[in-house]
């Protein structure tokens, strides 16, 4: 700035007769009228300026101008805690806190007329001395406080939330309203697990936790009056301190809950619903209530298999499996006293945990169950049904019931054949194909102890339940068990003279089957009916040849009848 030569000489002039007057010089302001407030630290975000009347907490360094220390709460080791603006602070220190926030640093010069005047403080601070302070906010708080509770995250299913008597399993970080951390249920690799509204916990924790849902996050800031107050907790809690609880609930229930059914896919037939004592096949997914997976039977690619109503499975799914049909989809929530309890199981069920299962139903069925038969068509002018012992031809769908396909005689070229009753087929279908007409058309559910049982077989699960569509193409008539050739009427008084065609005394194997096939072709016998008729002409001409000389003679030739009667194995 250009300054005239004039008004140089004139400012000169000025500050020549200021000295003389002994005002101060440059550089020295003189006695202060008011505390001079240097705020060299504001945080980002203050949520709350000290008010007259409000409960502060604080940390401070006084010294001198020269630098020499009077007093620090630093060397004390503890905070000061008062109340602000209402005279129980040197007016200096009253003026220089207000409108502080939490974690706000400010360097306060106060003169001597607003803080201990021309008296001082004997052996401590000088009559008129001019007194520096460093201070840290740590807390403010007021008596009309209430709890400040903000959710942080909540799952968008909300079934049902805390209330007073509950049983809650939370993790917390827990620290002072600076941010000092004096706890973590993180660090312990354990959850809290607590009633609520039973005073268990401090009266800011009982209040914070209701309302809340499982997997809900929340910040609950707890004023010191609802927490551990003037007395503070040990050595990480000071006194007057307000706390702030980063919560995470985990699950929670109440004594008195029982199972909880979710039906989440129930089919629209259901002929049949499980009831005690009923054996039950089913896939499940189980998880604690904050989505974490303990167990899985997919993952096993195995279904469990248990009986309900019986004590082998915990009392929750006992419960939770009643009614279900096959095919149900369903989620049981189970709570802890009808589950693992308070000890938990293994490292993956911690202690007093809420379990969620997501059920799917394959099958079940009682060890009582016969065979079920739905017939889906049968021909007018069904008059000849099949029996044990009868030769069948039929086409088969087989399926667990859940609609899994196992096997199909629709693969292959031809039908199954098979003999009724000759243990070649299991019971259940066995019994299944019983009393049918060619071109009948059946639907048999076959209960495991009349399939392939607990063990199951090549494709087919342990105690699964089948489910055949069946079709009957043909049927022929059958013989006795143990008898490959039966005659229609009396057999010939001279069988033997008959069957020796060249009349040289002796049966080989052609002539005995050109007997056999003219008696079937005159209709005086039958064989056993069978995909290959050779075979059993074959297997009568070896049980009668007993010497194996390859010709049958007189002494060798007995009837099946005659056997029986002298006990002799099976022959003609």
């Not at 630098?67 to 905070?79: C, I, L, N, Q, V």
């Not at 079934?159 to 620290?175: C, K, L, P």
């Not at 020796?500 to 003219?518: H, M």
């Not at 079937?520 to 016998?525: D, F, H, I, L, M």
């Amino acid at each position: 700035m250009a300054v005239a030569p004039g008004s140089r000489c004139l400012l000169l002039l000025l500050l020549l007769l200021l000295g003389i007057l002994g005002a101060p010089a440059l550089g020295d302001p003189g006695p202060l009228e008011d505390v001079v407030i240097d705020r060299y630290y504001i945080p980002k975000i203050c949520l709350r300026e000290a008010q007259m009347g409000d409960f502060i907490r604080y940390h401070y360094n006084g010294t001198f101008k020269d630098g020499k220390k009077f007093d620090s709460s630093y060397d004390r080791g503890a905070t000061v805690a008062g109340v602000v603006g209402v005279g129980r602070l040197i007016t200096g220190m009253d003026r220089g806190l207000q409108g502080m926030c939490v974690n706000e640093r400010r360097h306060l010069i106060v003169p001597p007329h607003l803080g201990y005047g021309s008296i001082g403080v004997a052996g401590l601070i000088p009559p008129d001395a001019t007194l520096y302070f460093d201070v840290v906010m740590l807390d403010i708080w007021n008596k009309n406080d209430k709890l400040q509770i903000t959710t942080l995250s909540k799952p968008e299913r909300c079934n049902r939330t805390v209330e007073n008597s509950d049983f809650v399993r939370y993790h917390y970080n827990g620290t002072l309203l600076d941010g000092t951390p004096f706890d973590s249920s993180y660090s312990k690799d354990s959850t809290y697990d607590t009633y609520v509204g039973t005073g268990w916990l401090i009266k800011g924790m009982d209040q914070g936790l209701l309302g809340m849902c499982a997997g809900e996050k929340r910040s609950i800031i707890i004023p010191p009056f609802l927490a551990y107050g003037e007395k503070g907790y040990g050595t990480v809690i000071p006194p007057q301190a307000s706390l702030v609880f980063s919560v995470l609930l985990v699950d929670f229930h109440n004594p008195k809950d029982g199972v909880f059914l979710e039906h989440l896919e129930v089919p629209e037939s259901c002929k049949r619903r499980a009831v005690t004592g009923d054996f039950v096949r089913y896939h499940y997914n189980g998880t604690l209530m904050d989505g974490t997976l303990f167990d899985s039977s997919y993952s096993r690619n195995q279904t469990y298999n248990t009986y309900i109503g019986k004590g082998y499975i915990i009392p929750g799914m006992d419960q939770g499996l009643q009614g279900v049909c096959v095919g149900e989809q369903r989620r049981v929530v189970i709570p802890p006293h009808l589950a693992y309890g308070e000890n938990g199981a293994g490292d993956k069920i911690p202690g007093s945990a809420v379990l969620i299962f997501d059920v799917h139903v394959i099958d079940f069925h009682n060890p009582e169950d016969p065979v079920e038969i739905e017939t889906v068509f049968r021909p007018e002018g069904c008059n000849v049904t099949t029996r044990n012992r009868d030769f069948v031809r039929y086409h088969y769908n087989c399926s667990l019931l859940d609609g899994t396909r196992l096997f199909s005689s629709h693969d292959y070229e031809k039908p199954q054949e098979v003999t009724l009753g000759a243990n070649k087929v299991i019971e259940g279908l066995n019994s299944g194909l019983l009393d049918m007409c060619a071109g009948e058309r059946r639907v048999l559910i076959v209960p495991p102890h009349l399939g392939h049982g607990e063990n199951g077989a090549r494709g087919v699960p342990g105690s699964a339940v089948l489910r055949f569509e069946v079709e009957l193409i043909s049927m022929e008539e059958g013989v006795p068990e143990g008898y490959l050739f039966i005659w229609h009427g009396e057999p010939p008084a001279n069988l033997y003279e008959q069957m020796d065609l060249n009349k040289d005394g002796g049966i080989p194997a052609d002539e005995f089957s050109t007997f056999i096939k003219t008696q079937v072709a005159e209709g005086k016998g039958r064989l056993m009916p069978s995909s290959d008729p050779e075979k059993v002409i074959a297997d009568m001409f070896q049980n009668q040849d007993r010497n194996q000389d390859g010709k049958i003679t007189p002494e060798e030739l007995k009837l099946k009848s005659d056997e029986d009667q002298e006990k002799i194995h099976e022959e003609l």
